[in-house]
Structures are given as C-alpha cells and as structure tokens.
C-alpha cells in the first residue's frame, strides 16, 4: 500500500505533456504546472493562431502568458529523484485486450517484449534480462510475443515439439519420434523449415517473374491502345480531308465514313481494353499470392511455420506477350477513272466496303498519304 501511495504521489509530480517527471516546472497562471521546455514547445506550434490555451483545463490567453519558475515543485520533484525509486509504468505498457502478457508479473501484467520457444513463456523488458545476459538462456530461440506458445507442446507427452514427421506430416516431439514414428521419415522442425523455406523462396521468384512478365504485357497493350486510338483519329482526320479536297458532295457523306472507322476503332479499343483488365486481375491476384507467401516466410516459429505451410498448387495459366499485337490500320482504294467510280475499302482478313463515289473526272488523280504524330510510318501496298 505504501509503494502504490508513492506512485500516486509522483504522478501528481509528472508533465501532462510529456509524462515524466517534471524537469524545470513552472507554472501557468491557471494553476497547472509543466516542464518549461514542454509548455514552450506547445505554444511555439500554436503562435501562428495568436492565441494560447492551456492543455489541460483548455483556458485561453490572448497573449502568451510569462512563465514563472515553480521553486516549491522543482524542490519536491528533486527530493522524489534522491529516494530512488521508480514510477509506476504509464497505462500503455500494460497488457490490454488483444496483447501478450508477461507470464512472471503479479498483479497487473506488463505487456510481453519477447516469447520463448523453449521455455513456452513471454517475458516484459523486466523479466526478459535473464535471456539477455545468462549463457545458457542465452541459446534459447526468442520470437515475437505469441499466444500460441502451448501449441507447440506435444498432448501426449508435454515436450517442446522440436521434430517433424515427413510421414504423416506433422510436428511432433523427441518421444513420439522414439515411439509411434519410430520408424517414419523424421527430421528436426529447423531441417524441416529450411528446406521449405527453400521451396517457399523459389515459388516467390516464380510468382515474382510472372508479375513482371504480366506488367510488360500490360504495358504492350497500353501501346496497341495509343496506336489504335491514333491511327484511328488520324484515319477519321485525313478521310474528312480527302473527301473535303475531291468534291463538295463528299463532305456530305464523309460522316459515313468516320463513322465506320469509329466503330471499328470502338470494337478494338473494347478487346484490347478487357484483355488488359484480365491481366491487371492477374497481377492482383499474384501479389496477393506472394504476399501471402512472404507473411508465411516472415514467421519465426518453426512449429506455425510448418502449421501454416499451404499446399503448393500450380499457379493458373497467363496470357503470354506473344498474343498481344498491334494490328496496322489498311484502307483500299479502287479507281476507274474512265467509269468515274473511287471506293473505298476497310483491309484486313475480309474487304468491306467503307465508301464509293460515282462522279466525273477531268484531270487525272494521284494517291498520296500523311503521317503526323501517332502514325509514324505508311506505305503503298500493291493487290496480288
């Protein structure tokens, strides 16, 4: 009773800014007393606004209150460093719902710095000295604080299970190793994780290499994409110009045409479109999976290591680089300059006819192309 007065008493000595002891108090004309460099540091980030306030009772100062120092409190708080004694641990050092407590503390438990594979128990800073600075516990296997630590017992025999049975594919410790798995395939739980450790690694860099490859196809179909949507603008743009050149009648119907490239350009875009989105899913789905993977990589207990360990189940087929093209845009012309008839053609497996003219020519015609800045190349091709 007397230690838990003295802890109270020194709270009442501790900065509600800083929760330490006070170190130079001085007080607020409120009352409330702080560490002068503290209440400093909080009004030098409050001297932008103008006005001061104290933090705990919230009263407002329009001008930044003169600190005085507190000679009674500096006295008082000297005389509690001289007797020493420690304070009792701030609220967030003890175990709360959710975290690991220390197994050695009485009373109220201080949260948990480590856990110990074989000695199945968790320690705070405090209790944890002994595994720092003996030999023997020295040689002990710490993890992070775990709730899980009596998993590792064996039911039958209450042993650290420190073996694995390749067998039947389960922990078990150095007597069943000695008796019902006598005569199976059996390993230390170390060999055993090492090894799947090593398995673990090259499904990573296979994961790994598969998202590579599917981001460079992601990139490739970005590119078709530009290309199409080019071509397609530059195609729409030098037709109207075409048509706006040969005779005022094909400003009139060269809409028609624009609008058969448009939807072929529309019908391109939507398949190139949905097999990028099938392949950003891919990706998604494969850094989930190595996240997974590096999540079960990272545990340090063997034993919910091997617990934990998926069964390795060939990853799905992708889609390859090698299907990914882009597709030239071809457009036909045919001319009979004595019949006065020019049409044109869409080109690739099939014809289709885009357009045709029928009028009268008076001077001959010559074809010509442009390129600009999304089609970068152009050629005459001759009909076999």
């Given at each position: 009773m007397a230690q838990q007065e003295i802890h109270l008493d020194r709270e009442r000595f501790c900065c509600s800014i800083c929760l330490d002891l006070l170190k130079d108090p001085v007080t607020t004309v409120c009352g409330h007393s702080y560490c002068r460099s503290c209440i400093n540091t909080h009004w030098d980030k409050r001297e932008a606004r103008g006005s001061y306030s104290c933090p705990q009772c919230r009263q407002t100062f329009k001008a930044r209150p003169v600190?005085?120092?507190?000679?009674?409190?500096?006295?008082?708080?000297?005389?509690?460093?001289?007797?020493?004694?420690?304070?009792?641990?701030?609220?967030?050092?003890?175990?709360?719902?959710?975290?690991?407590?220390?197994d050695f503390c009485t009373g109220r438990k201080l949260k948990a710095?480590?856990?110990?594979?074989?000695?199945?128990?968790?320690?705070c800073e405090k209790h944890l000295q002994p595994h720092l600075q003996s030999a023997p516990l020295k040689k002990h296997k710490l993890v992070e604080p775990s709730e899980k630590l009596q998993e590792n017992l064996c039911s039958r025999h209450d042993e650290v299970m420190k073996m694995f049975c390749r067998t039947d594919q389960?922990?078990?410790?150095?007597?069943?190793?000695?008796?019902?798995?006598?005569?199976?395939?059996?390993?230390?739980?170390?060999?055993?994780?090492?090894?799947?450790?090593?398995?673990?690694?090259?499904?990573?860099?296979?994961?790994?290499?598969?998202?590579?490859?599917?981001?460079?196809?992601?990139?490739?179909?970005?590119?078709?994409?530009?290309?199409?949507?080019?071509?397609a603008d530059k195609a729409a743009k030098d037709t109207k110009e075409i048509f706006t050149e040969l005779i005022l009648l094909l400003m009139k119907r060269s809409s028609d045409v624009i609008q058969q490239i448009r939807s072929q350009q529309q019908t391109e875009v939507s398949r190139v479109r949905e097999l990028q989105k099938r392949l950003?899913?891919?990706?998604?789905?494969?850094?989930?999976?190595d996240n997974e993977l590096k999540q079960l990589s990272d545990t340090e207990d063997h034993n919910q290591f091997l617990h934990n360990?998926?069964?390795?189940?060939?990853?799905?087929?992708?889609?390859?680089?090698?299907?990914?093209?882009?597709?030239?845009?071809?457009v036909g012309v045919y001319l009979d300059h004595s019949a006065g008839v020019l049409s044109f053609y869409s080109v690739s497996d099939t014809m289709t006819l885009l357009h045709r003219v029928q009028t009268t020519f008076t001077q001959p015609l010559y074809a010509g192309v442009g390129v600009g800045y999304y089609l970068d190349r152009a050629e005459f091709c001759k009909l076999k």
């Open positions: 600190l005085g120092k507190n000679t009674m409190l500096a006295d008082l708080v000297e005389e509690l460093k001289k007797t020493g004694l420690q304070a009792a641990p701030a609220d967030h050092c003890y175990a709360g719902p959710g975290d690991v407590a220390c710095l480590k856990s110990c594979l074989n000695c199945l128990a968790s320690y389960q922990c078990i410790c150095y007597l069943c190793s000695v008796d019902e798995h006598k005569d199976h395939d059996t390993v230390s739980a170390a060999a055993e994780r090492t090894e799947r450790q090593r398995e673990l690694g090259l499904r990573r860099q296979t994961i790994q290499q598969r998202v590579q490859d599917t981001e460079k196809d992601v990139k490739l179909l970005q590119l078709e994409e530009e290309a199409l949507n080019g071509s950003e899913q891919e990706i998604t789905e494969l850094k989930r999976k360990y998926p069964v390795l189940s060939p990853l799905s087929g992708s889609t390859h680089s090698s299907s990914i093209r882009i597709r030239p845009l071809r």
